[in-house]
Structure formats: C-alpha cells, structure tokens
C-alpha cells in the first residue's frame, strides 16, 4: 500500500466512521478498487489503526464528557456520569463476546467481498430509513436500551452495517431522544475499541511484520483530522433528522458495489 493510497483510505475512515454510511464498508470497498491484496489479517490491522484514529478524535470532541465521566467515577458517586458509564459498559457485552468467540469468522469478511459490504449496506439503508420516519422524544437510554444497542453494535462489525448508523438507528427506534441517541453511540465503541486493541497487542494478534510505519502514520493522521471535523458536522447533522439522505446513498453504493462484483 502506498502512502497516498493509505491518506485516502484514512479520509475515508475519518469521515465514514461518523456518517451513517459503514466506514469498514467504504474501507473494503476503497481497497478493492485501489487493488489492495493484504492478506483479510493484514487488511483488519490497517483498519483497526484507522478506527484507534476516529476513537481519538471522538475523545477529542466529547473532551468534556469524556472528563466528566472520569470525575464521576473516581468521585464514587451514583450520578448521571455513573450511571452513564455503567450504560455504556452494559453496551459493550454483545460486541466482546461475537468478538471473543467469532474473531477468525468476522476477519474472513474483511478481505475484499464487495458483493457482500453491498448488500449489508442496503440493510443499513433500511435503518436509517426507518428511523428518520421515528418521532424525537426527550427520552435517555435505560440499561435495557443500552443492551439492545450494543447488540446492534456487535452486528454492525460486519463490513457495510454503518455502526453508528445501526446503533443511532436503534436507539432511536426504541423510542429515545435523537441527540442523545448520537451522543451515546459515539461515545460506546470507544471503550471497545481501546479494549480491542490492548487485546490484540497483548497476545501479538496484530503482528507489525513487515509493516510499514509511515504509511500505517499517513493513515492514522488522515483518518484523526477527518474524524474531528466529521463528528463535528454529524452531532449538528442528526438534530436536523436527515438520515433518509443517508439511506438513498446507501442504496446507491450498495447496488454499485453488488453490480460491480457480478461484471
């Protein structure tokens, strides 16, 4: 992979992590067409680097959340911080345990099958249209909630299930405020994905053989600059309800991506 190859594929993460729009998806769909031939564990090294790039910038942007989450915590107090944190933690269990137990099945998907990250972004699509039809409300999301989400999240590893699409969709289908609905799924896979990668380096998963530090840097710099300003724009974005706009894109890239892979 050469560096312009991994810049591009780093703005395509920053801005598709926060957009509804499968940012695992597009990144599969950016290798086939720049003729990527990693190896599918070569390929989800890169693209975790990438999503350890957007956590960064979601920390970056939700600093004072993030803050008064931590004060919460080393305070010992039962306040809406806590309780929050202890939500968020609720949300992870569906996503560690496909994790744990169908790693070698889920990094099979991450090798270059558009026909499929086509036809997962369709049913991406079919979220987000359902619930830009949702009404907004003034509700939190209960513990009960925060499962229901994090199963979703757990389905949204797929390549082409936009997980913030499927989790804002989700939440907002179980009949929670929208804006807090955003806020909680961005903040979720944070936790997860410095969990993942700790995982990963502590049992030497994400092997740095051959690897290039420069274009794996590229990558990682493209993909935190473009997550600030996207998880900007998108927190303003889903207040607005413009997930149908989101929806016929899918669409669109998804019945490409499968036309595609038949000719």
Not at 87 to 113: D, H, R, T, W, Y
Not at 234 to 253: E, P
């Amino acid at each position: 992979m050469d560096a312009w190859e991994a810049i591009l594929l780093g703005i395509i993460q920053g801005f598709t992590e926060f957009l509804p729009v499968s940012s695992s998806g597009h990144l599969e769909l950016g290798k086939a067409i720049l003729g990527d031939t990693s190896l599918p564990e070569e390929s989800l090294l890169f693209t975790v680097v990438l999503h350890f790039a957007t956590a960064l910038s979601t920390i970056v942007v939700f600093r004072k959340d993030v803050v008064a989450i931590v004060g919460g915590l080393l305070k010992f107090t039962w306040n809406e911080e806590t309780q929050f944190t202890v939500k968020i933690l609720v949300s992870m269990l569906p996503a560690v345990i496909v994790g744990l137990l169908f790693e070698a099945q889920l990094e099979a998907f991450f090798g270059g099958n558009i026909a499929f990250v086509g036809a997962m972004l369709i049913v991406t699509a079919i979220l987000l249209w359902l619930a830009d039809r949702a009404k907004n409300t003034g509700k939190h999301v209960s513990y009960g909630n925060a499962f229901i989400i994090g199963i979703a999240q757990a389905i949204a590893m797929l390549p082409g299930i936009s997980r913030s699409g499927a989790t804002i969709s989700t939440s907002v289908l179980l009949g929670n405020d929208k804006s807090k609905a955003a806020r909680f799924s961005f903040l979720m896979v944070v936790p997860l994905i410095f969990g993942k990668i700790a995982k990963d380096l502590l049992s030497g998963e994400l092997t740095t053989v051959s690897t290039n530090f420069t274009v794996l840097g590229l990558g990682f710099a493209a993909a935190f600059i473009c997550g600030l300003i996207a998880c900007t724009w998108m927190i303003a974005l889903v207040r607005k309800s413009k997930l149908r706009y989101f929806a016929v894109y899918c669409v669109f890239i998804g019945m490409l991506a499968i036309l595609v892979s038949i000719l």
